[in-house]
């Protein structure tokens, strides 16, 4: 508790810019209320994997700036396949509810995909996808991404 204090009132005196007695005090009055409206302890049934969660970083840094520039082209080079839109359904392979929402909320991170809907029974994902697109190598394509979610959020035994 008292770490994770601390942790946050760091945090808030770097987001305010500037060490104050002001920051400090109202720092140390946000945590405490958060504390008391938050009194629970958080019990994880997944934990993270530093080294895989920082190349799935890097992955989608690289996905994220190469999607903004077939989206650019979209807009200012407009021909028939770049503003070709469609839903394509993708069945993700993981059980795992958490590295099923942490996958659909990094796709839709992504520009030019949006999830329209997940059915939580069949993992049945429906996917908005801007461009001509290939449904078999786009399905390939969001299962290798859920494999990366999964190789860093793993499930406690």
Do not use: C
């Amino acid at each position: 508790m008292i770490g994770r204090s601390l942790i946050l009132l760091v945090l808030w005196i770097a987001l305010w810019g500037e060490i104050s007695i002001a920051n400090i005090i109202t720092g140390v009055v946000v945590i405490a209320a958060l504390a008391a409206l938050f009194p629970g302890k958080l019990r994880s049934s997944h934990r993270i994997r530093i080294i895989p969660a920082i190349s799935f970083f890097f992955y989608m840094v690289r996905s994220i700036v190469a999607a903004s520039w077939d989206v650019i082209r979209a807009v200012l080079l407009p021909n028939e396949q770049r503003r070709h839109a469609e839903i394509i359904h993708v069945y993700l392979k993981s059980t795992s509810p958490l590295v099923r929402a942490v996958t659909a909320n990094t796709i839709s991170l992504t520009p030019g995909t949006v999830i329209v809907s997940i059915d939580s029974d069949t993992a049945d994902m429906q996917i908005h996808v801007l461009g001509k697109t290939d449904s078999a190598e786009f399905q390939d394509a969001i299962h290798a991404h859920e494999d990366r979610v999964a190789a860093f959020i793993v499930e406690k035994k």
